[in-house]
């Protein structure tokens, strides 16, 4: 089955900073790969995703990569805002290509004034 | 679009207690989620519905849990009895389509404690 492994754990950067969030997964059939933004006390929601046949995709300050040799994908966000901190997810299908999604451990990102 | 609506939002409960969590899914979506947060786990799948048939509940800790869905617009993920250790959030989520790469969406959660 899928495992999806998430790095770092936590991230503490100054406001106008990048931010990196990086993930890989175990499973070489995994098609989509989404990221999910956790506010305190909130539900997890879909900020951007990707699907397995581009390299990247944009939206405004935030930006996906993935890798399909390596089998990781990456979350970049620039010009870093104190109201993007949050507890930020990455997730990959489970095996068997339903939309079940195993989910990394999640990274948590404090953006400072 | 009202979201994925979930009940009760909050819930404290003694162990030994049974416990109903409710789950509404968006209209039209025919893939319903289970999952929990805890601290030490993450965000856990526990079952997966598709057209109200249970599809996996692998995720499932033990046989105290059970989950069902008897129409397209209602679930019930139940714990009899509870125990402590079940404290966490349960969220409900949705999906349009049960094939890979179509949005999940989550409801607000609903917050378990259990002593």
């Known amino acids: 089955g899928e495992n999806v492994e998430q790095h770092p754990s936590t991230l503490s950067v100054q406001e106008g900073d990048s931010a990196v969030i990086k993930c890989t997964y175990s499973?070489?059939?995994?098609?989509?790969f989404p990221w999910y933004k956790q506010e305190l006390g909130k539900r997890p929601q879909l900020i951007i995703d990707i699907r397995s046949n581009v390299g990247e995709k944009k939206d405004q300050r935030i930006a996906v990569t993935l890798n399909k040799t390596a089998k990781h994908f990456s979350l970049h966000i620039t010009e870093t805002q104190p109201e993007d901190s949050a507890v930020y997810f990455c997730?990959?299908?489970?095996?068997?290509?339903?939309?079940?999604?195993?989910f990394g451990a999640g990274t948590r990102l404090a953006v400072h004034p | 679009d009202a979201g994925v609506i979930q009940s009760p939002r909050h819930e404290v409960t003694e162990m030994g207690q049974e416990v109903t969590l409710r789950c509404k899914p968006i209209s039209g979506h025919n893939s319903l989620f289970w999952y929990r947060q805890t601290m030490m786990r993450g965000l856990e799948l526990l079952i997966y519905?598709?057209?109200?048939?249970?599809?996996?509940d692998s995720g499932m800790p033990e046989d105290r849990f059970s989950a069902k869905m008897p129409n397209a617009s209602f679930s019930t993920l139940k714990i009899q009895p509870s125990e402590p250790r079940d404290s966490a959030v349960y969220f409900c989520?949705?999906?349009?389509?049960?094939?890979?790469?179509?949005?999940?969406?989550f409801g607000e959660g609903s917050w378990l404690t259990v002593v």
């Open positions: 989520a949705s999906s349009g389509q049960q094939f890979s790469g179509n949005t999940i969406y």
């Open positions: 997730a990959a299908p489970k095996s068997g290509g339903y939309n079940k999604l195993i």
């Open positions: 499973d070489s059939a995994s098609n989509y």
């Open positions: 519905f598709n057209n109200n048939v249970p599809i996996d």
